[in-house]
């Protein structure tokens, strides 16, 4: 699989499946493998907040231990969801500035990554709706993508309603690998995706 990999060009892997399948998980044990050898990871994560057994947003953690909000439950003075907001995804009113403070630095290519032996590899988790509101964002990610010495491990989510045009962007990318998560493949797919990255990391 790694040569077959490396013979298509894949440089960048995209985690897809069901909310709460797992996707974020695995990236985590990618992270740590890739840790273990000695790759140079950066990038964020997404992570539930809950309170009282309830979920009332959304943080955004990066690598080094930074947090920072992503999107909070928004209710009105009467207790019912706010429909004035300019940044709405569901029931969540998603905060782009503390998204970007928080999130971008870490997706900033090195200046001397050209002349690197060893690829930079982004952790990119989630690349969604919410994310999407920041221009920023999507013009790094195309900037990491584009970048030769660059890897992006990222989550997307799957094809639902009216299609999202830059994760159909990723998802079609010809170095992108997209692997689907399932119940019955998440214990087994680390294998298979680390064989992926040897290639552009090893």
Do not use: C, W
Request: aromatic share 6%; net charge positive; no cysteine.
């Amino acid at each position: 699989m790694a040569t077959s990999a490396s013979n298509r060009g894949i440089r960048h892997v995209a985690l897809t499946g069901r909310p709460g399948i797992g996707k974020t998980t695995l990236i985590k044990k990618i992270h740590s493998a890739l840790s273990k050898t000695g790759v140079e990871v950066r990038g964020f994560y997404t992570e539930e907040l809950r309170e009282s057994g309830q979920r009332i947003g959304f943080d955004v953690v990066t690598l080094d231990g930074n947090r920072g909000p992503l999107a909070r439950v928004q209710e009105s003075e009467s207790g019912t969801v706010s429909n004035k907001r300019s940044y709405l995804v569901g029931k969540y009113e998603v905060q782009p500035n503390s998204f970007e403070n928080t999130a971008l630095p870490t997706l900033r290519i090195p200046k001397n990554a050209q002349t690197e032996s060893k690829s930079q590899v982004f952790i990119i988790d989630e690349i969604g709706k919410m994310e999407l509101f920041s221009q920023s964002f999507v013009s790094m990610v195309r900037d990491v993508l584009k970048n030769p010495k660059s890897t992006i491990i990222a989550t997307i989510p799957v094809p639902k309603g009216r299609p999202i045009p830059f994760v159909e962007e990723i998802r079609n990318h010809t170095q992108v690998q997209v692997f689907t998560v399932t119940m019955e493949n998440r214990d087994k797919l680390l294998e298979d995706i680390m064989g992926t990255l040897h290639n552009v990391t090893g």
